[in-house]
């Protein structure tokens, strides 16, 4: 259930309750694509740095160890040792973008492991029970990514059949949440609203999925290669279309600049590859913009990346010795890097929360992305 705290403009402040606890809106999920952050982040680190949702991968746990091992072991929460929400995404989006070889049917999409090349189908159905045996708190329906770049001829029928696929979904998840060997009966369902970087398709997209009365809507098939410009217009065009009493998730963006943009457009839910993926190479985020720790200037530097930031790294560490680390290609310092940045990820959304609930988030944004241009 969400429970719409305030607003200020169209960004809102939202309370979600679910069955493994509260999220506090608007969030951003730390993604550990395997059950794990990369970077030999843990999950004890995750509720020391502030993660209120951590997001695994439907696709790649069910090529490797397997949904059906997982579901033998407790269920994903068991598995992994963490108790908050988890949400997994649908594996459409790496069904489309890993198998260079694959068949979009209307039962859904035939395609080989980009593992091992052994043949897999997965449509709605199958998305689902792999969900419900991974038994995360939030489910995400089984939709087709189409490129950015694709034509109105290509995407209209796309987003038709992902609409039918939805139904699809929402109908074996009932059934999954009904049986008695189920681990999550209270598994939660997201519906995916695309249709390219075409506003009318979008908005008659959100109309239709949002009469399915499902617990949360995502805006899918953005920053896929379309500009900022679009991105954003495309956003504004479709969240008025969508339930305001239910969270909106913006999947797969962004950076912290995108995330402000995205805010004040009324989006509630995040993930995204940056803070771990360009922690894993030395890049760290500060107020003042990106640092790159692989730079000389920093091999004396004795200030930690960011002063002031709470981070566990920060705390206690030098730029000079993290930079040390990273060229010595210690494990330790990309560990470094992907906690600080997952910190400062959540700690901005903290500080979201608190500019709506004071209402000068317009404020806030202009600052922090004044900040970002240092």
């Known amino acids: 259930m969400y429970k719409l705290i305030t607003t200020d403009g169209c960004a809102k ?74 949400l997994t995404d649908s594996g459409g989006f790496q069904v489309f973008s ?27 159905e199958e998305s689902m029970q792999i969900q419900s045996n991974l038994a995360s708190t939030i489910a995400m329906a089984f939709d087709e990514c189409p490129p950015a770049t694709a034509d ?17 979904c929402k109908d074996e998840m009932n059934r999954l949440n009904s049986l008695e060997d189920t681990i999550n ?21 959100a109309k ?30 479709t969240v008025p279309y969508l339930p305001q009493n239910k969270p909106t998730y913006l999947m797969g963006v962004g950076t912290p600049a995108n995330i402000l943009e995205a805010v004040e457009r009324g989006v509630d839910f995040f993930d995204c590859v940056y803070p771990s993926r360009n922690g894993r190479h030395g890049h760290v985020y500060t107020n003042q913009g990106k640092l790159n720790l692989f730079n000389q200037k920093y091999e004396t530097d004795d200030r930690p990346i960011e002063e002031g930031c709470g981070c ?20 330790l310092g990309m560990r470094f890097c992907v906690l600080h940045n997952l910190y400062f990820y959540n700690n901005m959304m903290k500080e979201i929360r608190e500019a709506i609930e004071e209402h000068r988030f317009s404020e806030y944004k202009r600052k922090k992305l004044e900040g970002f241009k240092g």
Not at 56 to 75: F, W
Not at 210 to 236: C, F, K, N, Q, W
């Open 152 to 168: 109105r001829n290509y995407i209209q029928p796309s987003v038709d059949r992902t609409t039918r696929w939805l139904k699809r």
């Open 208 to 237: 239709v999925i949002s009469e399915m009365d499902l617990d949360g809507y995502a805006i899918g098939g953005l920053a896929v290669g379309e500009s900022h410009e679009d991105m954003y217009r495309i956003i504004e065009a």
């Open 98 to 124: 890993l198998a260079g070889l694959r068949k979009i049917k209307e039962e859904g999409v035939y395609f080989n492991s980009h593992i091992d090349g052994r043949k897999i189908f997965m449509g709605p």
């Open 312 to 331: 566990p790294v920060c705390k206690r560490y030098s730029r000079a010795y993290i930079r040390h680390l990273l060229k010595a290609k210690e494990m």
């Open 13 to 86: 402040r939202g309370e979600f309750h679910t069955p493994h606890g509260v999220i506090q809106t608007p969030v951003f999920m730390n993604v550990g694509t395997v059950a794990a952050i990369k970077g030999a982040v843990s999950t004890e680190d995750l509720e020391q740095i502030g993660t209120l949702v951590e997001l695994s991968n439907t696709y790649h746990l069910h090529v490797r160890p397997g949904d059906k091992l997982i579901k033998q072991m407790g269920g994903l929460h068991k598995f992994m040792s963490w108790d908050k929400p988890i």
């Open 185 to 205: 009966k209270q598994q939660m369902l997201f519906g995916i609203n695309q249709g390219g970087i075409f506003e009318d398709i979008r908005i008659e997209h």
